[in-house]
């Protein structure tokens, strides 16, 4: 920690003390990030990893047991299915559904992903912008992918409200999780870091509502909404405290969130 950090030392143990407590294997069962834990190989993981956090809504319970029936409609297999589904396949999605997630939504995802994977072997590719040198944080990242996975012709309207943007000033909850997931690299074997051209230094925090009600508590965040501003103050804050890796606090504020530790 830097010793010009103004944060007090109290939040600096605290923040310390949890995220070793929570970022161990032990975490993984009881959390969405087990789904892309059954599967080895990389695209599978991808696939996996990036559904689960988009369904990630509500209790936990009830979002590992929609990504376990999701991942048995695509036979265990995602890639796979991904790459070589025929049209007959696809029936069986037709009723499935989480929360505003419907089969309109998921099929639309299975034909970009079927669409992407035929011209790139990682799912990264879709986040990396052409061109681009490197930046301070992912949000070029996380625009470049919107327009991407809207991009295709047939993309239904509603679909967008899955795939958040800074550009509309959301926070980004969901992909800022998955792209923890794909990029953090630590030996703990909870994360992946399993891409490599994205840094961790680049991601930024998700603000889900434990993390944001306990970084409040602690005075990690100013700003009184939500938004894509919230999520990069609370970043900033962290890489006060690790530069190189601040959203491995992440750990920490959602535990504690899990807690109770503000009531």
Same mark, same amino acid.
Not at 56 to 74: D, F, M, V, Y
């Given at each position: 920690m830097p010793a010009n950090s103004p944060l007090s030392g109290y939040v600096t143990e605290l923040l310390e003390a949890k995220y070793e407590q929570y970022n161990r294997p032990d975490f993984i069962p009881h959390d969405p990030i087990s789904i892309p834990h059954r599967f080895s190989l990389k695209q599978d993981i991808e696939l996996m990893g990036f559904w689960a956090s988009v369904l990630?809504?509500?209790?936990?319970?009830?979002?590992?047991?929609?990504?376990?029936?999701?991942?048995?409609?695509?036979d265990h297999a995602p890639y796979d299915f991904v790459l070589n589904h025929q049209e007959s396949?696809?029936?069986?999605?037709?009723?499935?559904?989480?929360?505003?997630?419907?089969?309109? +939504?998921?099929?639309?995802? *299975?034909?970009? @992903?079927?669409?992407?994977?035929? =011209? &790139?072997?990682?799912?990264?590719?879709?986040?990396?912008?052409?061109?681009?040198?490197?930046?301070?944080?992912?949000?070029?990242?996380?625009?470049?992918?919107? +327009?991407?996975?809207?991009? *295709?012709?047939? @993309?239904?309207?509603?679909?967008? =409200? &899955?795939?958040?943007?800074?550009?509309?000033?959301s926070s980004c909850k969901r992909l800022n999780m998955f792209l923890r997931w794909m990029v953090r690299q630590d030996q703990r074997g909870v994360d992946f870091g399993i891409w490599t051209r994205l840094r961790p230094s680049q991601l930024i925090c998700p603000c889900d509502v434990h993390v944001d009600r306990v970084a409040r508590h602690l005075g990690l965040i100013t700003?009184?909404?939500?938004?894509?501003?919230t999520a990069t103050e609370l970043t900033s804050t962290l890489r006060q405290l690790d530069p190189?890796?601040?959203?491995?606090?992440?750990?920490a504020l959602f535990g504690l969130g899990v807690e109770g530790f503000v009531k």
């Open positions: 990630a809504w509500g209790q936990r319970k009830t979002i590992i047991n929609k990504c376990q029936e999701l991942s048995t409609l695509l396949d696809l029936k069986r999605f037709l009723a499935f559904k989480h929360r505003t997630f419907n089969a309109t +939504d998921t099929l639309y995802f *299975l034909h970009f @992903f079927q669409e992407f994977y035929k =011209k &790139h072997d990682s799912l990264e590719e879709a986040f990396l912008v052409p061109g681009q040198t490197p930046e301070t944080t992912v949000e070029p990242n996380l625009r470049y992918f919107h +327009d991407l996975f809207c991009g *295709l012709d047939d @993309f239904p309207a509603r679909t967008r =409200k &899955h795939i958040a943007t800074p550009a509309r000033k700003r009184p909404q939500t938004d894509w501003l190189a890796d601040p959203v491995k606090y992440d750990f």
